[in-house]
Nanobody, 122 residues
């Protein structure tokens, strides 16, 4: 499975961005896709995940501001980010887990994209 994340960029605080992640290669029938981010000097943290059946989970830090969605027909996952804050500045990664069971544990995601940089200015 190959993942390609896109949509990052520079945005002012309070603004919005929409990240996209395209999955290609061997796509399993049961999988879930997630978004993580990593700021300089910090560990990679879970943000949100969506199952192929539409179930979703979110980290408390982004609940109500970020929305994850998936397009099964296109093997795409999106992360709509609203009300962005300077502390949201990070490299954002999409990941795939070959299970429909949603999890926040990054070690359970076997496939990762290359990351896309989001910078939020104050």
């Amino acid at each position: 499975v190959q993942l390609q994340a896109s949509g990052g960029g520079l945005v002012q605080a309070g603004g919005s961005l929409r990240l996209s992640c395209a999955a290609s290669g061997r796509i399993f029938s049961h999988y879930s896709m997630g978004w993580f981010r990593q700021a300089p000097g910090k560990e990679r943290e879970f943000l949100a995940a969506v199952s192929r059946g539409g179930g979703q989970i979110y980290a408390d830090s982004v609940k109500g501001r970020f929305t994850i969605s998936g397009d099964n027909a296109k093997n795409m996952v999106y992360l709509q980010m609203d009300s962005l804050k300077p502390e949201d500045t990070a490299v954002y990664y999409c990941a795939v887990r070959t299970s429909r069971i949603l999890t926040v544990r990054r070690e359970l995601y076997g496939y990762w994209g290359q990351g896309t940089l989001v910078t939020v200015s104050s």
